[in-house]
């Protein structure tokens, strides 16, 4: 995104564009300076980066720019506060901390449930369907993926029965929102409930207080050949699960589909002017079905790698509220699967840092389980306006 | 054309009717290869119905279609493409963020391994075809960047691509300038040698005589007549439309206008693409008289009505009502100015269709001390002034606790006209204020602005109508690209005017002024 | 739409009201309110414990008996004057639960259906309560010494103010950067839990040194409780928050429907180009809507917490879910004020009636029954984000009633083209 509109800058002249992006990068180069494993232990090259990194989205925003430049001062003086904490902080403890081939492994272990779930969030929206349900249709995949690969013994067929379950509660939420022309956000919404009684229900009356057995047949991690184990690279991706490389495989097939296919065409019209797509003969609703299961069924696949891969237990509203992570992840990423994984891995290593914080101070650690939130908040409030939803989403289709 | 050719496409005998209401009664219809036919009427007299039918839109209660002599049943939009069918949308249906070749080939996309995209051959295809019928579009523009008329020609395009033989041009010309509606013309000749069936639909009488080799007449859901064009005059076309000699007349004196109420300078707006759509017009309305801002669609006089209200922020320029400055400072601002403004669309801006219309009656001065006070409203005055405005302005179909929605719309209208006149403004922007009303509120509604400006009122009617803007206004302004291009007596020729619309050249324009559709209100 | 379909709209609204309420949604909501009123919510309440009824029967349960048992569960028995002795007593204890559960229903549900009228959607009447029970509590507990009355109004009080910033920040983004509020406030709920969690977590800065193992908060004051009116105060006996739940109900309708900032609301809630026409500050409108959300549900937590909780568990933090059961009673309550007072009673019984406390689990599992409320809480939901459903049926039942159903060329041609549009298409 950056390096296009850096690119779209006609050479010799000053973008207050680009200088706001200049800024970014350097209130971000303050605070990492001070990180593993440059750790620079004082904070003056710090406060100078982020000072420079507010005087440059001070000129974005009198030039115009002002949500970039808005962004640029923000993070100017987060990047600063930070370097004054990291410098003060212990070197051990910093480095435990900030491990980054261990940060990056978390990274992807948070980020693979949120990229299925926004991978199936963008077809919805881009058939024109809000899926608010995403969450429910998360939670759905995270107990039907466990209890199948309970029953049936094998974690194919337990996400085989998960991709099945979203896909059905996908089904009810597509019915009320395509045929019955329900508010789609609140329509979601039930739909979220729904799979919150349904999912607790069965899993009560199945497994009792009790829970999931110990020993489920989980999704196996991939052990990369080719690395070194013990470097960098080993320890970041030498390890990860099967389902985080297939979802990160997804992001270039739905890529091409829907930008290079007839069918990705078709989606696309029907999200943007469903009354053009249907005076060219295409099925509108038909397709919109077909959209929101499918985005059911990959959400579902997003909470059972929680549950089946991840984890290999399931809990009561085990996804916390990650499929509207992945909500934001897919306004974030503008509605697009490269963008989406971007955003994924954004809020997926926020999760990680969560995760490693409490190093420093437990009780402080806990109120770092927020910052996932946090960031995808800023987030969202950053990124609006700038990114265009598809016209029709949220709008059921009348035929004439 | 062979006058004898048998029909390419027959409608015999259509039926169409919504619950009570026929829409179309035992209409026939017929064109043949390598013809243009007019189907001609006001708006509401059951043309637009009636190509619904034949693409597949709506189901006939009765009738039937034959396409080169065989019964067709077409129950949707795909069978009449492959029927060889197409349709030039009066809106047109095209996705705004995608390219002309995209738009062109939707649902029917050249493709190879497995369905990816083919855009070259696609491309390729889109110049072959809009070079042979000199339709000049670039396949890779983006829809919502180019003009109106490249995306009609986009929509034709989109048809023959298709293997229309048979194409439907709904009111083609409405939205075109002069310059554009020459070009259709000369596209619709090519398509005319090549064997195209032309129908072409309209209510512009001036058109129908450039372009058609045959014209029907519909009226009120029937066929009136079918005639050749030679012979047809523009007095006989509208004696069989309206089915009596009407001339749109409203009895008015001479303005006497006093000091300037409203005083537009050196005005910049930018429209919602950041574009300069209001470009440093300037314009005065006195006291006592209506100044009429005509001109065609998209020149600029949303954002200039916008900018007047209150509603837009200009970018440069003063708005003074009455000496006091209100440019960029609100509606709030405007209102207390003495700005009063009847929307141009009144579902959109103009009602709230779920308040009752007493809420509706107050939406204007609710903060008056004549409605509420300290916060609360004043319920009881607000119901009693609802119902004398009611009475007033002859509202029929609901009382003060009648929700907005189920009005029809012309009294939906006069909800709006007596919400706005009631505030006794100063300045009144009546913004196509007798869009799609029958003839009875037309009239009531002009009458009224006439009767307003009369009190002393500066008014400044803003249409798109030649005959409402010669028949109501003391002035006419005409507006083009942003800035007014000429100032005219009512007295204007109708050729005098098209030239300052269009910035050069002539236009066609309606002949009968905004015409009655009021009529399936029975 | 052409004028010309406009008018025909016009037409077909005169001529059958039913079936153009079913093509147009401005039209259909004028129709619920101006006939559906009532029977419409019932509709979809009774619709969905009959699907909720057959999951019961699906997983091996008598759903007529579940649900006789968690009606005697609820207490509403009490109302019955052949009820008598023991089973009157312990009914009169069930009703003050259930009246207390519904108190704080009341008022999430405001939370959310003052939102709904400005065309908002408050996900975040759970973080608005959490921040609001955290800020009661601490006000609660730490000011002992006061005079009640005003230690009670304090901590009310600032609850309210804590829930009110809390939503606030969702309607300023709502307002000055576009972020859609259903993003906002789920985000907001999250931050909310985490940051209860911290501060009465083991060591964490409000806990309650007192029980240093316990991760939960100080007790609130004697002067901070609110007074039991009705039952044993050390049984949790009914308090008066429910005459201020009531009262804020009374508050809400007054303001929506003879305020202008109601009036403005409204506007702002069913067109906000006209009410922007109309000279209305459409973003401060959000934003002051908002307000009014947070600080109601904050006056939820506030008397649940001086009420009959007194203190406040981390996990009780985690696991709440009052503030989405919000959503439910506001839509089934249409977003007016009778009717959420209504539909709060419903779930609050619910809640009640399916408690471990109060459901005789030899017919049903109590911790079952927890989430067939969530069930019927989401089917109700679902039902009611399409009035097509309720108004179907109330239509059939009308033609039944009438001995004649009119034949509707429109509908089955609708149907038909649809289906001809789905299977004609891809090559």
Redesign the interface.
């Given at each position: 995104m950056s390096a296009g509109a850096i690119a779209a800058v006609p050479a010799g002249t000053v973008s207050p564009r680009r200088v706001a992006i200049t800024g970014i990068v350097l209130a971000v180069l303050a605070w990492v300076i001070t990180l593993p494993p440059a750790l620079v232990r004082t904070p003056v090259p710090s406060v100078i980066l982020g000072i420079a990194a507010v005087a440059a989205g001070g000129f974005a925003v009198a030039a115009g720019e002002r949500r970039p430049g808005v962004g640029a001062i923000a993070l100017g003086v987060v990047g600063i506060a930070g370097a004054i904490l990291s410098t003060r902080a212990g070197v051990g403890n910093l480095k435990v901390v900030f491990t980054w081939s261990a940060l990056v492994a978390a990274a992807l272990r948070y980020a693979t449930p949120l990229l299925f779930a926004a991978l199936g969030g963008i077809i919805s929206e881009r058939s024109g369907v809000i899926n608010?349900g995403l969450e429910g249709m998360m939670l759905m995949g995270c107990f039907f993926g466990i209890w199948g690969a309970d029953v049936l013994g094998s974690w194919v067929l337990g996400l085989l029965v998960a991709a099945v379950a979203g896909g059905l509660l996908a089904l009810?939420h597509a019915v009320?929102s395509i045929h019955?022309?329900?508010?789609?956000?609140?329509?979601g919404?039930?739909?979220?409930?729904?799979?919150?009684?349904?999912t607790?229900?069965?899993f009560?009356?199945h497994y009792g207080?009790n829970g999931t057995p110990s020993k489920i047949s989980q999704v196996p991690n991939v052990k990369l050949p080719l690395i070194q184990h013990d470097g960098f690279f080993g320890a970041a991706i030498g390890d990860a699960n099967l389902m985080t490389w297939l979802g990160i495989a997804l992001v270039p097939l739905l890529a091409i589909f829907l930008f290079r296919t007839r069918w990705g065409l078709r989606l696309r019209a029907v999200g943007e002017k469903p009354r053009a797509a249907?005076t060219v003969?295409?099925?509108?609703?038909?397709i919109r079905y077909l959209a929101v299961v499918v985005s059911g069924m990959l959400a579902a696949l997003g909470g059972a790698y929680l549950s089946v891969a991840f984890v290999g237990s399931f809990s009561q509203d085990m996804t916390?509220?990650r499929g509207?992570i992945a909500?934001?992840a897919v306004?974030f990423g503008r509605w697009r699967p490269l963008g989406a994984l971007v955003a994924t891995l954004v809020f997926g290593f926020s999760s990680a840092l969560a995760d490693r914080l409490p190093q420093f101070s437990?009780?402080?650690g806990?109120?770092f389980?927020?910052l996932p939130?946090?960031l995808?908040?800023v987030a969202?409030?950053g990124v609006?306006?700038r990114s265009r939803p598809p016209a029709a989403s949220g709008i059921p289709y009348?035929?004439e | 054309m062979e006058p004898d050719a048998p029909p390419v496409l027959e409608l015999r005998g259509i039926t169409k009717?919504?619950?009570?209401?026929v829409?179309n009664d035992r209409v026939d219809f017929d064109v043949r290869s390598g013809e243009v036919h007019a189907l001609l009427g006001e708006?509401?007299a059951g043309k637009?119905?009636l190509m619904s039918v034949l693409y597949?839109?709506?189901?006939p209660?009765e009738g039937e279609i034959f396409v080169d002599g065989k019964p067709a049943e077409i129950?949707?939009?795909?069978?009449a493409i492959a029927l060889g069918i197409g349709m030039v949308h009066?809106?047109f249906m095209l996705v705004p963020v995608m390219t002309v070749a995209e738009n062109i080939v939707l649902?029917?996309e050249p493709s190879r391994g497995g369905g990816l995209l083919d855009l070259g051959a696609a491309r390729a295809r889109v110049r072959e075809l809009s070079d042979r019928y000199g339709l000049a579009v670039d396949p890779d523009a983006v829809i919502e960047d180019v003009s109106v008329g490249a995306q009609q020609r986009v929509e034709i395009l989109r048809a023959l691509y298709r293997g229309a033989r048979i194409l439907v041009l709904d009111e083609p010309t409405a939205v075109l300038t002069a310059q554009e509606v020459r070009e259709l013309v000369s596209v619709l000749h090519r398509l005319k040698e090549d064997g195209t069936g032309i129908v072409f639909i309209t209510h512009k009488l001036a058109e129908v005589l450039e372009v058609a080799d045959r014209i029907t007449v519909l009226r009120r859901g029937k066929r009136v007549d079918t005639v050749p064009r030679q012979g047809a005059s523009e007095r006989s076309l509208a004696r069989l439309v309206v089915g009596r000699d009407v001339v749109l007349s409203l009895e008015k004196t001479a303005g006497r206008p006093g000091e300037p109420l409203l005083a537009v300078e050196e005005l910049h707006v930018r429209d919602d693409r950041e574009l300069e759509a209001v470009a440093g017009l300037s314009l005065t309305v006195r006291a006592g008289e209506i100044v009429a801002l005509a001109g065609v669609d998209g020149n600029g006089q949303h954002e200039l009505v916008e900018a007047i209200?209150?509603?837009r922020a200009p970018e440069s320029g003063r708005i003074s009502v009455a000496g006091r400055d209100i440019a960029g400072r609100?509606?709030?601002a405007?209102?207390d100015a003495g700005v009063a403004?009847i929307?141009e669309d009144r579902?959109?801006?103009?009602?709230?269709?779920?308040?009752t219309l007493t809420?509706n009656l107050?939406?204007?001065e609710?903060?008056k001390p004549l409605l509420?006070a300290l916060?609360?409203?004043r319920?009881r005055l607000m119901r009693q002034r609802a119902g004398r405005l009611l009475r007033e302005y002859d509202v029929r179909g609901g009382d003060t606790d009648t929700?907005a929605?189920?009005?029809?719309?012309g009294n939906q209208q006069k909800v709006c006209v007596a919400r706005e006149i009631a505030s006794d403004p100063k300045v009144l922007i009546a913004h196509q204020p007798t869009?799609?009303l029958d003839v009875g509120a037309i009239e009531f509604v002009h009458r009224r602005l006439v009767a307003e400006r009369d009190a002393g009122r500066a008014i400044l009617l803003v249409s798109l109508e030649y005959e409402e803007v010669r028949a109501v206004a003391d002035r006419i302004l005409v507006i083009y690209e942003g800035k007014i291009a000429g100032e005219f007596p009512p007295e204007a020729t109708e050729e005098e005017l098209g030239i300052a619309m269009t910035g050069a050249g002539k236009t066609s324009m309606s002949f009968l002024a905004s015409s009655p559709?009021?009529e399936?209100?029975? | 739409m052409?004028?010309?379909d406009?008018?025909?709209e016009?037409?077909?609204?005169?001529?059958?009201h039913v079936?153009a309420a079913l093509?147009?949604?401005?039209?259909l909501?004028?129709y619920v309110?101006?006939l559906g009123g009532a029977v419409v919510p019932i509709l979809t309440t009774v619709i969905a414990f009959v699907v909720a009824g057959l999951?019961v029967l699906i997983?091996g349960h008598d759903p007529l008996s579940t649900y006789k048992a968690v009606f005697n569960g609820t207490g509403l028995n009490w109302l019955f004057p052949w009820i008598s002795g023991s089973a009157r007593t312990t009914a009169a204890l069930e009703l003050q639960q259930t009246l207390i559960e519904t108190t704080a229903l009341i008022l999430v549900g405001l939370a959310v259906a003052f939102a709904f009228r400005a065309g908002l959607?408050n996900?975040g009447g759970q973080g608005q309560y959490t921040v609001g029970a955290i800020v009661a509590v601490w006000i609660g507990s730490s000011l002992s010494g006061m005079t009640p009355v005003l230690h009670i109004t304090l901590a009310i009080v600032a609850a309210a103010l804590a829930g009110a910033a809390w939503a606030g920040i969702a309607g300023v983004?709502k307002a000055t950067?576009?972020?859609?509020e259903?993003?906002?406030t789920?985000?907001?709920?999250?931050?909310a839990?985490?940051?209860g969690?911290?501060l009465f977590?083991l060591?964490?800065?409000l806990q309650d040194p007192a029980q240093s193992s316990v991760p939960v908060s100080k007790t609130i004051a004697a002067s901070a409780k609110l007074p039991v009116f009705w039952g044993n105060p050390n049984l949790q006996g009914l308090d008066i928050g429910i005459f201020i739940a009531l009262a804020l109900v009374v508050v809400f309708g007054v303001i929506i429907n003879?305020?202008?900032?109601?009036?403005e609301v409204?506007?702002v809630g069913?067109?906000p180009?006209?009410?922007?026409?109309?000279?209305m500050n459409v973003g401060r409108s959000y934003v002051k809507v908002m307000l009014f959300c947070g600080a109601f549900a904050g006056v939820a937590a506030a008397l649940d917490i001086l009420g009959w909780k007194f203190q406040l568990f981390t996990n009780d933090i985690q696991a709440s879910?009052i503030g989405?059961l919000g959503?439910?009673v506001a839509?089934l309550g249409r977003n007016t004020a009778i009717g959420t007072v209504a539909a709060a009673l419903l779930f609050g019984s619910l809640l009640t009636g399916t408690s471990e406390r109060n459901l005789d689990p030899t017919v049903f599992?109590p911790?079952?029954a927890?989430?067939?409320?969530?069930?019927?809480?989401?089917?109700?939901?679902?039902?009611?984000?399409?009035d097509?459903?309720a108004l179907r049926v109330l239509r059939s039942g009308r033609g039944i009633a009438v001995g004649l159903r009119r034949r509707r060329?429109?509908r089955a041609?609708?149907a038909?083209?649809?289906d001809?549009?789905?299977?004609?298409?891809?090559?």
């Open positions: 608010i009810v009320f019955l022309r329900a508010n789609q956000v609140v329509s919404t039930g739909i979220n409930f729904l799979a919150l009684g349904i607790g229900y069965f009560t009356a207080p249907d003969g295409l099925p509108v609703l038909r916390e509220g509207f909500l934001a306004i437990q009780t402080a806990t109120l389980q927020a939130y946090v995808t908040l969202v409030a609006i306006g009348v035929k | 009717k919504f619950g009570s209401v829409a708006n509401g637009s119905t597949g839109l709506y189901k209660t129950d949707s939009p795909a069978t009066q809106h649902g029917q209200t209150g509603l609100g509606v709030r405007a209102t403004h929307a579902h959109r801006r103009g009602l709230v269709l779920p308040f809420e107050a939406l204007r609710y903060r509420s916060g609360w409203l319920l929700f929605s189920s009005l029809s719309g869009r799609g559709d009021g399936l209100e029975g | 052409s004028p010309e406009e008018e025909l016009v037409e077909l609204a005169g001529d059958e079936e093509r147009s949604p401005a039209r909501n004028a309110r101006g999951v997983t959607f996900i983004l950067l576009g972020v859609h259903v993003i906002s789920i985000m907001l709920n999250w931050i839990v985490w940051l969690v911290y977590q060591g964490g800065p003879r305020t202008r900032l109601g009036y409204r506007a069913f067109n180009d006209a009410a922007s026409y109309a000279g879910q989405f959503i439910a839509l599992d911790n079952l927890q989430y067939l409320t969530y069930m019927i809480q989401g089917l109700i939901v679902l039902l009611v984000s399409t097509l459903i060329p429109d041609e609708a038909a083209s649809a001809g549009a789905s299977t004609g298409g891809t090559p």
